[in-house]
């Protein structure tokens, strides 16, 4: 059962990489180069403005584009709202409640379009964000490639099913990041995010309670803000440590069974995972190369490009 569930992971891998690879093909850094130069420097200044005034809006933003990509491609579509005649992903059960950063996207979206009208999708706009927000507190930078478009329709029932929950196992972790072209190395990086950012009592609950693989002090101080009955929208840091600074702290919390999420923790917990989690752990410069390339593979996953999609004008709504 064991080898059948490998090699369907590296089937799934297999032809995930190839579009990955035609993907990036089609994206360029210098799309804007000449329509829209100021792009980079306004993205970077509004993000600026935001992140001082709240710091969690860097992982707010890096989530809403990790959530973006994961389904159906990074192509906007967990920008959509809901209408009278149309479901989006912002209700999904994964964000409901818990995504946010749309107005962020929103004021980014209304200072391009002043620079340069109808001509940057929100998909860029989002791209460029997240690798922004990580940077600004103390994280890595990377190239983001640009020429995304957007989607005209989203999928709350993909939203629901694509994105792995905080109480998957390693062996779904992988297979789920397996499916969209991203390695097992990928997936241990990226989930390095969780070094900024805070997350729902509701979502670690059953982990600090019931889980063996934490550590008792850990887990004591964080039941004070999160009971097991009631208090599912009582938040606390992902990283004890240093909330606020993208490092490499969440991989030693890991090592010390200080992982908030049982999802986090499955990342050491004697799998496959343990020795690069050690890696990471007193390598920050191994983490942040590692993951500044698993971001550019995660940006490249299915977007739309060329004519098809739009360019939408407002980022909560098609035109």
Same mark, same amino acid.
């Given at each position: 059962?064991?080898?059948?569930?490998?090699?369907?992971? @590296?089937?799934?891998? =297999?032809?995930?990489?190839?579009?990955?690879?035609? *993907?990036?093909?089609?994206?360029?850094?210098?799309?804007?180069?000449?329509?829209?130069?100021?792009?980079?420097? @306004?993205?970077?200044?509004?993000?600026?403005?935001?992140?001082?005034?709240?710091?969690?809006?860097?992982?707010?933003?890096?989530?809403?584009?990790?959530?973006?990509? =994961?389904?159906?491609?990074?192509?906007?579509?967990?920008?959509?709202?809901?209408?009278?005649?149309?479901?989006?992903?912002?209700?999904?059960? /994964?964000?409901?409640?818990?995504?946010?950063?749309?107005?962020? @996207?929103?004021?980014?979206?209304?200072?391009?379009?002043?620079?340069?009208?109808?001509?940057?999708?929100?998909?860029?706009?989002?791209?460029? *964000? *997240? +690798?922004?927000?990580?940077?600004?507190?103390?994280?890595?930078?990377? +190239?983001?490639?640009?020429?995304?478009?957007?989607?005209?329709?989203?999928?709350?029932?993909?939203? #629901?099913?694509?994105?792995?929950? /905080?109480?998957?196992?390693?062996?779904?972790?992988?297979?789920?990041?397996?499916?969209?072209?991203?390695?097992?190395?990928?997936?241990?990086?990226?989930?390095?995010?969780?070094?900024?950012?805070?997350?729902?009592?509701?979502?670690?609950?059953?982990?600090?309670?019931?889980?063996?693989?934490?550590? /008792?002090?850990?887990?004591?101080?964080?039941?004070?803000?999160?009971?097991?009955?009631?208090?599912?929208?009582?938040?606390?840091?992902?990283?004890?440590?240093?909330?606020?600074? =993208?490092? &490499?702290?969440?991989?030693? &919390?890991?090592?010390?069974?200080?992982?908030?999420?049982?999802?986090?923790?499955?990342?050491? &917990?004697?799998?496959?995972?343990?020795?690069?989690?050690?890696?990471?752990?007193? &390598?920050?410069?191994?983490?942040?190369?590692?993951?500044?390339?698993?971001?550019?593979?995660?940006?490249?996953?299915?977007?739309?490009?060329?004519?098809?999609?739009? @360019?939408?004008? #407002?980022?909560?709504?098609?035109?």
């Amino acid at each position: 059962m064991a080898s059948f569930v490998r090699r369907q992971v @590296i089937l799934a891998l =297999f032809s995930a990489a190839l579009v990955l690879c035609t *993907a990036r093909a089609q994206l360029s850094r210098a799309f804007y180069a000449s329509t829209c130069p100021s792009l980079p420097r @306004i993205v970077r200044t509004t993000m600026a403005q935001a992140v001082n005034r709240e710091p969690r809006m860097a992982a707010s933003i890096l989530r809403l584009f990790f959530h973006d990509c =994961f389904v159906n491609g990074c192509d906007a579509s967990i920008l959509l709202d809901d209408t009278a005649t149309f479901t989006g992903e912002k209700n999904a059960f /994964p964000n409901r409640n818990s995504a946010r950063g749309y107005e962020v @996207i929103d004021t980014i979206k209304s200072n391009v379009e002043a620079a340069c009208q109808a001509t940057v999708s929100c998909a860029d706009i989002l791209a460029l *964000a *997240a +690798r922004d927000g990580v940077a600004l507190l103390g994280g890595p930078k990377w +190239r983001v490639q640009l020429g995304r478009r957007d989607a005209t329709t989203a999928s709350q029932s993909d939203a #629901n099913s694509n994105l792995p929950g /905080p109480s998957s196992s390693l062996a779904n972790l992988i297979s789920s990041f397996a499916a969209k072209g991203l390695s097992a190395r990928d997936m241990t990086a990226l989930s390095g995010a969780h070094t900024i950012g805070q997350a729902r009592c509701t979502t670690f609950r059953s982990h600090i309670y019931s889980d063996a693989d934490v550590d /008792p002090s850990f887990a004591a101080l964080s039941q004070q803000n999160c009971p097991s009955a009631g208090g599912d929208d009582n938040l606390a840091p992902l990283d004890l440590q240093t909330p606020n600074r =993208f490092d &490499n702290e969440y991989y030693q &919390n890991l090592v010390a069974k200080k992982g908030l999420l049982h999802s986090d923790q499955e990342l050491f &917990n004697n799998g496959t995972q343990d020795s690069l989690v050690r890696l990471y752990s007193v &390598n920050a410069r191994a983490f942040a190369r590692d993951f500044a390339a698993a971001m550019v593979k995660m940006g490249a996953i299915s977007p739309l490009t060329g004519t098809n999609g739009e @360019i939408r004008l #407002n980022c909560r709504n098609v035109n």
